[in-house]
């Protein structure tokens, strides 16, 4: 098991460009969750997906965020257009929908700088 | 709206100390509790999952406790090492209905052991 698969590691770009940030879950794992970590506002959920249907996207900060699930194994996050108040780390994490006994496993993560 | 909170947000202890992180939320309607661990610049490692019927579950030296009427849940490391040395983070799962998967985390315990 390879685990959950975030690309790339790092990302520096520009304000104003747009950032596709990448996520393939763990396989078998139904639910998919994107999550942002800063030292000021802790781990928040941004959104999640349940067999590939966004369920609740209330955490999505504004519209400049959108995020994918187009099949099972993959999923995006896009920023367009970035701004240096998104730099953050971006976690993705899943797990089993219907098994509560199913931990949820994240990603290493995407440093993104935005300057 | 469900609130977690982890008391103390630092913690420094000598090598071979047990220890004790503690976890707090509003809400009792949980499907379940983790506790993750994370280490530096990396994502975040599931330790210990309880189930809202359980009241305890043990992994090594961990042992994780819930008292869901209390809203409390603690984390017991014991003969803490050096290698224990990372941020602890708990997190709820909501319990809205057989759809839901939605974890909120608390603010972690960034634990150092001392050699």
């Known amino acids: 098991d390879a685990g959950v698969i975030q690309s790339p590691r790092h990302e520096v770009t520009e304000m104003g460009q747009e950032v596709t940030l990448r996520c393939k879950p763990i396989s078998g794992h139904n639910s998919l969750f994107w999550y942002r970590q800063t030292m000021m506002r802790g781990l928040e959920l941004l959104i999640y997906f349940n067999n590939n249907v966004p369920i609740d996207d209330s955490g999505m900060p504004e519209d400049r965020f959108s995020a994918k699930m187009p099949n099972a194994s993959f999923s995006t996050l896009k920023i367009q257009p970035s701004e240096p108040r998104d730099s953050a780390v971006y976690f993705c994490?899943?797990?089993?929908?219907?098994?509560?006994?199913?931990?949820?496993?994240f990603g290493n993560g995407t440093r993104l700088t935005v300057t | 709206k469900q609130e977690v909170t982890q008391i103390p947000a630092a913690l420094s202890v000598p090598e071979g100390e047990n220890l004790v992180l503690n976890c707090s939320f509003t809400d009792s309607a949980i499907y379940n509790l983790q506790w993750f661990r994370q280490d530096p610049g990396k994502g975040l490692t599931s330790l210990l999952l309880i189930q809202s019927s359980q009241r305890e579950q043990t992994s090594g030296r961990l042992n994780a406790s819930l008292d869901k009427s209390s809203g409390r849940s603690t984390l017991y490391i014991a003969a803490s090492q050096p290698g224990d040395s990372a941020t602890y983070l708990c997190?709820?799962?909501?319990?809205?209905?057989?759809?839901?998967?939605?974890?909120?985390f608390g603010t972690g315990t960034l634990l150092a052991v001392q050699p």
């Open positions: 994490a899943s797990n089993r929908l219907g098994d509560t006994r199913s931990p949820l496993h």
């Open positions: 997190a709820v799962r909501l319990l809205y209905g057989g759809a839901t998967n939605k974890l909120i």
